[in-house]
């Protein structure tokens, strides 16, 4: 269901609770579904929650977390400036419908009198923004599985749009036999082509005309692959649409759906990252070799 048709007016306040013991245990009989954000929500947040609530259907529960996660942020500068619309949010999740908005402290999820022990994310939490930000997916799925376990949901939805992010989720569902549905929710972009992004109201004008690259080189490499070039002539048609407008990439690559890099047949996935103007963006896209889609 749309953010339109789930009209604001006609849904009752989220319920907010701050810790997983004033989050009521799932009702038996209705399903709950989950979607984990950092705030400052937006329509690729709202999409997120209207597949959540696809999941569980009308009388299933939503729950909405809101969580600056510091364990998953490399640059203090970069959690301090952080965007927060705590109020905002709130109506977002209403005009979709959520039952409960889970946001706890940080001394709620990181206690400091329990020993700190982390999820290791393995080779695949190294490669592409692994690389770029060390120690990132290792805060991704820490979080991640402890708000699993405390929300207890039959679904947790997230956005392709963090890419190897669902990609490590669903490898640490199946690793670890967690008793939880993985679902992906596709890209919200906005008019212009840019994949939305809390961090995007950082951008400076001239950053954001500079950022339209991104999608730019996204379409480009999905066209290249289409013509029947390699994958790495297509990551070299995306990083030439970048350097058009000065843009030096955190990287350009392409993965199998297994994350193996450069794929010589089948589906795969190019993935752009870049810093623009000070901001970390990412986007990506659906790419095929050999022939066919
Ligand atoms: P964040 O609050 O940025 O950590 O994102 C929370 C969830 O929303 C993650 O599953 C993201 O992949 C997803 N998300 C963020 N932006 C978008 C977008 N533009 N389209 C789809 N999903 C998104």
């Not at 989220?14 to 989950?34: C, I, N």
């Not at 937006?42 to 510091?70: C, K, Q």
Request: proline letters at 9%; glycine letters at 8%; charged letters at 15%.
């Amino acid at each position: 269901m749309s953010e339109t048709t789930r009209d604001r007016s006609t849904h009752p306040t989220p319920r907010v609770v701050h810790s997983a013991a004033q989050l009521p245990d799932p009702t038996p009989g209705r399903e709950r579904a989950v979607v984990m954000t950092m705030g400052a929500l937006h329509r690729g947040h709202a999409e997120l929650m209207s597949v959540a609530r696809a999941a569980v259907g009308p009388d299933g529960e939503v729950v909405v977390t809101i969580f600056v996660n510091p364990l998953q942020f490399g640059s203090v500068a970069d959690l301090a400036t952080y965007p927060e619309t705590w109020e905002a949010d709130l109506a977002v999740c209403q005009a979709q419908g959520v039952d409960y908005v889970f946001a706890p402290a940080v001394t709620t999820m990181y206690p400091p009198e329990v020993p700190e022990i982390l999820v290791d994310p393995g080779p695949l939490g190294q490669v592409a923004e692994g690389e770029v930000r060390p120690g990132h997916f290792r805060g991704v799925l820490t979080v991640v599985l402890k708000l699993i376990n405390m929300v207890r949901p039959d679904y947790a939805v997230f956005g392709e749009k963090d890419y190897q992010q669902l990609v490590l989720i669903q490898a640490m569902t199946a690793a670890l036999n967690l008793p939880v549905v993985i679902v992906a929710a596709p890209i919200v972009r906005d008019h212009d082509g840019l994949a939305l992004s809390s961090r995007n109201v950082r951008l400076s004008p001239e950053a954001r005309a500079a950022a339209l690259a991104l999608p730019r080189s996204i379409a480009v490499a999905q066209r290249a692959a289409v013509a029947g070039q390699t994958a790495d002539a297509v990551c070299r048609s995306a990083n030439a649409e970048l350097a058009a407008v000065g843009i030096t990439p955190d990287y350009v690559s392409v993965y199998d759906p297994q994350f193996n890099p450069n794929p010589v047949a089948g589906p795969a996935r190019i993935l752009v990252a870049a810093y623009v103007g000070g901001v970390h963006l990412l986007d990506n896209g659906a790419v095929s070799f050999g022939g066919g889609l």
